[in-house]
């Protein structure tokens, strides 16, 4: 097995009495995508943080490349922002030709779908130019390890699935890479996933893994409104898709039993609950 | 029953084109959700139904302001306010007062489940309880409408599940909704999808009624794929093709898979 | 109507820039404009040069006020016309007379406008013949000779401030901050090519405006072109170091640009360049004392209209080199903080390690 690119083991990191990482253990290997999912507040930002070598591990070890990080290892790391880092009041080459003088690397050429505002003040190409172009100057020193942090929100499915082949085609080159998200579509497209939940690493695995035992049930009824209000005054997570009602994290039973309370008659069917309904049943159980 | 919403609405700023001839129904008890990208028209269309935006052609059909809860992209909390300064200041505004605002604020400080946080300054919470905080103080004058720009935008998965119930109770009591959102998994799960590009309607109807109405159809990747009709869902390519489907097959799986095809189907057109 | 001041009430009372504003500006104000704006010019500082000294001393009105223990200190009685011109020069008075001429010459140090101006009318009075008015440095007591020199150190302090401030602080917003960190630059390429280029463009402002000020108003360069430009480095350092620390403290280009007017405003009012430092009471011409650009008006008017070189400005320089090294380190240091952890923590984790 290749050195993994990033070797996290029992990283904490506290700010005073706070702590925001706790005990957390990580790793990505080349050509492998890594999710990282979490609330607002899991400790997904300081974690990177660590990793870019913008905060130092208050305990555990940390390593990129097999080595601490450092300026040395920054050099060999390409990072898009929540933000995108891009400056607004440069054009689009400008943007570029700066990257490539702080990285020392050769001209990166400009995106396809931007060859045509190359001379634009990035300020004028819209969210998703920029999306593009802050993953061109994150790939033109070419990397062999990429951290993305929400990097497509806000662009239409058709532009993040773009976004999406470029982050896979790195992959297949063997550049790893470490995404947080809130898509799920998103989360899907990993290899694997790590859930993060108030600073400790909760779950790590596949979508699958993830959403290991968790049930879902719909319930079909003309009714829906009452089984709502009925599943949600049990006490149940309940969720309206479309007219009907998903009971999540429930036996059969207690579904039918809290129906049956109210009165309402209704076709139960069992599915798999999606990644995120997984995601809020851990959350519950860990209140 | 009739509807409130837009009729052949167009909205321009000066030269450009916000909107361009959209028509879509809010109806009671339902969620309407608006998909799109940056700069889709998505904000213009909830501001025109909120009376914010002036139509350039075609009408607006919408209730007195009173009778409309309006949620603001990233806003609609003060966040040098404390949570119960917050309630206090939006149910005066709205002119909620007594017995039914202290029935109001005790639901409220359930749904969000900020019963221990009410001095706290609203800056302070998560984005997801803020968030939570902004959509009860949007409706706690139970408006018949309530407009949401991109209320789970930035929340974490979590929080939107629950932002996603209190919008669904909403939609139960009998609200009619209508919400931006860049979550097609969230879009799937209303009543009702408008998906817009470029200030046009591109697909619209029932999630199942979206998915069957992409042009074309889309399939598994065979061989080495069209790279500009294909794209990755996990390792694996799925191709666009403006052919039929074969007798039975679905046109699209999902949503996404929709979205994508009616925005490749509409770049082969124009080109 | 009532909810909605109650709740901009309860949002001000939080917002404590803007509360600092509320409060602190319009006692500035009262105090500087109640106290110390200050025209009328109470004593004039005065040394009496050459024999009968004391006798010319003792006819003065009570309006010029001579040091007896500096005349004492220098053998002032002993002095000659050169010795009387060389105190103007180095500003140890505002009025020094020479004896040794008949009638005796009264010097009026032109660069003191207000002074000038009022010793100028009170020896007027004096009877006919009794002293030979000679004003130096400013014959005509104009205005803008003595305005431009220090109005140089105020675009200085502008640009330093505002400027610097809300260019560093557009990267913070922007989140290219955090960019820049996660570049292989070392911080100090970052620091240096940040701050470098606002130095640049202030220094050309201030050659600029001198030429200005020369070409427009007249304005005399009788000293040495480079020790104002040496004066003018030291005095950018401290600007730019105030501009840097500024946009630490700052999250948003508004909030610079309200603590920057906060810290402009005083140095306006107070560094003598409009009010006569001299004429405010002690508990108020402190302020100007601790103010950077006092000391560069200092600096600036000497050496453009007295000639002034470095034998009788150098404790102006030495204040503004010791508030540039303070100022400029604190701000780089604190610079620094946002773009490269501390290795602090490491010591800490390696102490926590051998416990």
């Not at chain 1, 959403?211 to 003309?222: F, I, K, Q, S």
């Not at chain 2, 997801?128 to 935008?153: C, N, V, W, Y």
């Not at chain 3, 109640?34 to 003792?58: H, W």
């Amino acid at each position: 097995m290749p050195e993994p690119l990033i070797s996290a083991r029992g990283v904490t990191r506290r700010f005073g009495d706070f702590t925001a990482v706790d005990d957390v253990s990580l790793e990505v290997a080349p050509g492998e995508i890594v999710g990282l999912l979490g609330a607002n507040g899991a400790g997904k930002t300081t974690l990177i943080r660590m990793i870019l070598g913008l905060l130092i591990p208050t305990e555990g070890d940390l390593s990129l490349f097999g080595e601490a990080p450092s300026r040395e290892t920054r050099a060999r790391l390409g990072y898009v922002s929540q933000g995108l880092g891009l400056w607004d009041d440069l054009t689009v080459t400008e943007n570029l030709a700066f990257v490539d003088g702080a990285f020392g690397s050769a001209a990166t050429p400009v995106p396809d779908s931007l060859r045509d505002a190359g001379d634009s003040l990035v300020v004028g190409i819209g969210l998703g130019g920029q999306r593009q172009l802050a993953f061109a100057a994150a790939l033109g020193h070419k990397p062999e390890l990429l951290v993305l942090d929400e990097p497509t929100s806000g662009v239409d499915p058709l532009a993040r699935a773009r976004l999406w082949d470029t982050v896979r085609d790195q992959a297949d080159a063997g550049v790893g890479a470490l995404v947080t998200t809130h898509y799920m579509q998103e989360a899907e497209r990993c290899d694997r996933l790590m859930l993060m939940s108030r600073g400790v690493a909760v779950a790590q695995g596949t979508v699958a893994d993830i959403v290991g035992d968790t049930t879902a049930t719909e319930v079909r009824t003309p009714h829906w409104q009452q089984a709502f209000t009925a599943l949600n005054d049990a006490n149940i997570l309940v969720a309206l898709a479309g007219t009907h009602v998903r009971a999540v994290d429930a036996t059969e039973d207690e579904v039918r039993a809290a129906l049956i309370e109210a009165g309402v008659t209704a076709d139960l069917v069992p599915m798999q609950a999606t990644l995120d309904e997984a995601m809020v049943a851990r959350e519950r159980a860990t209140v | 029953m009739s509807a409130w919403g837009a009729r052949e609405l167009t909205v321009t700023y000066g030269d450009t084109v916000a909107l361009s001839s959209v028509s879509v129904d809010v109806r009671e008890g339902e969620v309407l959700a608006v998909v799109g990208g940056d700069g889709a028209g998505k904000t213009t269309l909830l501001r025109a139904l909120a009376g914010a935006v002036p139509a350039s052609a075609g009408a607006v059909d919408a209730p007195s302001l009173s009778s409309i809860g309006f949620m603001p992209t990233a806003a609609g909390v003060w966040r040098d306010l404390s949570v119960d300064q917050n309630i206090d200041f939006v149910a005066s505004a709205q002119g909620v007062t007594g017995a039914t605002l202290a029935e109001r604020r005790e639901q409220l400080l359930a749904d969000t489940g900020l019963e221990g946080a009410t001095k706290r300054l609203a800056g302070q919470l998560s984005g997801g309880m803020r968030q939570k905080l902004a959509f009860a103080l949007a409706m706690i004058h139970r408006p018949p409408m309530l407009i949401l720009d991109e209320p789970s935008t930035g929340v974490d998965p979590v929080s939107r599940v629950d932002l996603w119930r209190m919008i669904s109770q909403a939609a139960v009591d009998g609200a009619a909704i209508i919400m931006a959102t860049t979550y097609l998994d969230e879009a799937e799960r209303a009543s009702r999808v408008l998906v817009l590009d470029g200030g046009e309607v591109l697909l619209a109807g029932t999630p199942a009624d979206v998915m069957a109405n992409v042009p074309g159809h889309v399939a598994d990747a065979v061989g080495t794929p069209d790279r500009a009709r294909s794209w990755r869902r996990g390792s694996q390519f799925k191709t666009w093709s403006p052919d039929e489907p074969t007798d039975g097959a679905a046109r699209a799986d999902d949503l996404e898979d929709a979205v994508i095809a009616a925005t490749l189907a509409k770049e082969t057109s124009n080109a | 109507m009532k909810a909605m001041i109650q709740k901009e009430f309860r949002e001000l009372r939080r917002d404590k820039r803007t509360m600092a504003m509320l409060i602190a500006l319009p006692i500035l104000l009262l105090v500087i404009f109640g106290y110390a704006a200050n025209f009328t010019i109470d004593d004039i500082s005065t040394r009496v040069v050459g024999p009968g000294s004391e006798q010319v001393t003792a006819q003065l009105p009570d309006l010029f006020e001579v040091d007896a223990d500096a005349a004492a200190a220098d053998d002032d009685a002993d002095g000659d016309t050169q010795t009387a011109l060389d105190l103007v020069r180095d500003n140890k008075a505002d009025v020094v007379i020479d004896t040794t001429t008949t009638p005796p010459t009264a010097y009026l140090d032109g660069s003191s406008l207000f002074s000038a101006q009022t010793a100028k009318g009170a020896l007027a009075q004096m009877p006919d013949g009794a002293v030979t008015i000679d004003v130096l440095y400013n014959p005509d007591l104009t205005t803008a000779w003595v305005m431009v020199p220090a109005l140089i150190g105020l675009i200085l302090t502008f640009i330093g401030t505002i400027i610097t401030s809300i260019g560093l602080v557009r990267e913070r917003q922007n989140g290219t901050l955090e960019q820049l960190a996660v570049m292989p630059l070392k911080p100090s390429d970052v620091i240096v090519g940040k701050i470098a280029p606002y130095f640049i463009l202030a220094a050309l402002d201030m050659i600029i405006v001198t030429l200005l000020g020369v070409w427009i108003f007249d304005v005399p360069f009788n000293g040495n072109v480079a020790l104002f430009g040496v004066g003018g480095a030291i005095f950018l350092f401290v600007v730019l170091g105030l501009g840097v620390l500024i946009s630490t403290a700052s999250q948003t280009q508004a909030q610079a640009i309200q603590v920057a007017m906060m810290i402009l405003l005083p140095q306006i009012l107070l560094s003598g360049f409009i009010f006569p430092l001299s004429a405010m009471p002690a508990a108020i011409s402190w302020i100007g004392y601790i103010l950077p650009l006092t000391y560069w008006v200092n600096i600036s008017q000497g050496i453009l209209l007295r000639g002034a070189d470095l034998a009788s400005l150098w404790p102006s320089f030495a204040v503004l080199a010791v508030m540039a090294v303070v100022i400029f380190t604190a701000a780089v240091l604190r610079f620094r903080r946002d773009l490269a952890p501390s290795s602090r923590r490491k010591s800490q984790k390696s102490s926590k390690a051998g416990k």
